[in-house]
């Protein structure tokens, strides 16, 4: 016998769930359609789906190819493209101090929340701290970073990299490739850690990543992920509360590893020559707790260390593939330098051509490859000529902007020379180039980064003759979430007998 009621109600219940998607489909279109016609950012060029939803954006981001597609929208539809409905990428030189410099009369833009913030519960750091906060730290943080400091520091760098040159001495015995991307992260990793925590991660010491690191790696990408869902909290919520207990536990773990690091720095003595003693000595009236301590000596390390190794595998990539301007730069090491011990923090200025090869390898792979988004304030501000409506995220797009052929001459190639005012590259906009970025939130370590991969390089070209393994050559190809997904380089070295 049928059943009249239960039909009815299974029908009742049909035609709820239908109406609600129903509902739903229709919110989503008339929000797309008023993306793409009626929003302010409409008359900015850009593909329809970018205008019409933040998912495709989201997507390229997740995928790991955004740097490449961003050159591509870039070519297609030039120097200002609409990435997301409320998003507008910009790839020219000027962009640089419209968004990220001090602008006169009015306040530098704030940094994008949901790209600094992705855990809102976080404590903040230098990084992603508010403008006002943000001035405080640095003005304490920029202690460490003087050149004073950096005399200071230098043997305590020299240290960890005589140690390089003694695990690379050993390990490249026996005529097998030595997997040069992972000693350089040892290296920088293991610097940092002591000038932020006071200890190294003894990665060199043990040939291997600390598993601190391996959370850094992985984090890249999940971050990627935490980023999107910034636009959805309700699904991010969602999913923080099934994040599985084994990933919970190793964040518990973690975090305890690290207030055991700090609890160890904060009980020497005052006047180390790191980067931290600044914020130490001034932490009550920064009001800064033990987690913010931690957070701050967290970010110098993700930012000193991933950047400067990922530069240094970069750069010694581009130069055995390039071979004449390999040949050039070690030419310039050894000619310049007689004993080992000649090389200092110092005396490696002397080295234009380096400091060329460097410039370009930041150029063909710049450490931070994608944009990071500012937000434009209240009132609007004028970017490359174009009004842009407040509450407008913008951003430039390293790796994009610097593979243009409108910018720089042959942009594929590795071309040193056109650092050192080569005619053939005269049309270059070599202003374009800001892998530090540039303004009030520029980079505090430019310079240690520049005297770390200076000293590494010149004393492995002075020490080792290099070739690159036959499975490295294809080592560019690579996925970016938010850094690059290094594979191994693999470098055969020779020692150079004197
Ligand atoms: C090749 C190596 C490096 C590159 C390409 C690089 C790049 C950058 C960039 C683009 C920013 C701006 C971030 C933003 O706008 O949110 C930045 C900030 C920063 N970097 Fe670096 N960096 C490098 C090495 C280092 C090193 C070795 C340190 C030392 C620990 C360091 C410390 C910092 C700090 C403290 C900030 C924050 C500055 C502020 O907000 O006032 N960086 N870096």
Redesign the pocket.
């Known amino acids: 016998m049928v059943d009249l009621q239960e039909i009815r109600l299974y029908l009742y219940g049909w035609s709820g769930i239908s109406l609600g998607i129903f509902m739903i489909i229709s919110y989503v279109l008339s929000k797309a359609i008023h993306n793409v016609f009626l929003h302010p950012l409409s008359r900015f060029p850009g593909p329809l789906s970018h205008a019409a939803s933040r998912v495709p954006y989201f997507w390229r981001s997740i995928r790991g190819t955004l740097p490449f597609d961003m050159l591509e929208m870039h070519k297609k539809y030039g120097d200002i493209v609409r990435v997301a409905p409320d998003e507008l990428a910009f790839s020219h030189p000027d962009a640089w101090n419209e968004i990220m410099g001090h602008r006169q009369g009015a306040l530098e833009m704030e940094?994008a929340s949901w790209f600094y913030r992705p855990i809102e519960e976080d404590p903040l750091h230098?990084?992603n701290e508010s403008r006002e906060q943000?001035g405080r730290l640095?003005r304490q943080?920029a202690h460490g970073f003087s050149e004073k400091a950096l005399r200071d520091q230098e043997p305590l760098i020299r240290g960890y990299v005589n140690l390089l040159l003694q695990r690379l001495r050993e390990n490249s015995q026996g005529g097998q490739p030595v997997v040069l991307s992972d000693w350089y992260n040892y290296t920088t990793f293991d610097i940092?850690g002591d000038?932020?925590f006071g200890e190294s991660f003894g990665c060199l010491e043990g040939s291997v990543y600390d598993n601190w690191i391996k959370g850094i790696f992985a984090a890249g990408r999940i971050g990627t992920i935490l980023q999107g869902l910034a636009f959805v909290p309700w699904l991010k919520r969602l999913l923080m509360l099934i994040v599985p207990k084994s990933v919970q536990e190793a964040r518990n773990t973690h975090k305890k590893l690290t207030e055991a690091k700090m609890s160890r720095r904060m009980a020497t003595v005052d006047g180390r020559p790191d980067?931290v003693d600044g914020l130490l000595k001034r932490k009550e009236e920064l009001s800064l707790s033990v987690h913010e301590l931690i957070s701050n000596a967290e970010i110098?390390i993700i930012?000193?260390s991933e950047?400067?190794a990922s530069?240094l595998s970069g750069v010694t990539y581009l130069l055995l593939e390039s071979p004449e301007a390999y040949r050039q730069l070690v030419n310039e090491v050894r000619s310049t330098f007689e004993d080992q011990n000649d090389i200092t923090l110092v005396t490696v200025n002397k080295l234009t051509y380096m400091l060329a090869c460097l410039d370009e390898g930041?150029r063909m792979y710049?450490?931070?490859a994608n944009g990071?988004p500012r937000v434009v304030p209240k009132g609007g501000a004028q970017v490359l000529g174009e009004w842009i409506p407040e509450n407008t995220y913008v951003a430039v797009h390293q790796w994009a902007l610097y593979h243009r052929e409108k910018y720089f001459m042959e942009p594929n190639t590795f071309h040193p020379e056109r650092f050192l005012s080569s005619p053939k590259f005269s049309t270059d906009r070599r202003d374009a180039l800001r892998?530090?970025?540039t303004g009030p939130?520029?980079?505090?370590?430019?310079n240690?980064?520049y005297s770390?991969?200076r000293l590494i390089l010149a004393l492995i070209t002075f020490n080792f003759d290099l070739e690159i393994s036959d499975d490295s050559h294809d080592w560019i190809k690579q996925k970016n979430f938010l850094m690059w997904q290094k594979g191994p380089l693999k470098v055969h070295l020779k020692p150079v007998i004197r």
């Open positions: 940094k230098i990084v943000h640095r943080m940092i000038l932020a980067i110098l930012g000193g950047t400067t530069l930041m710049p450490p931070i990071l892998p530090f970025h939130r520029n980079c505090l370590g430019r240690l980064a770390e991969m």
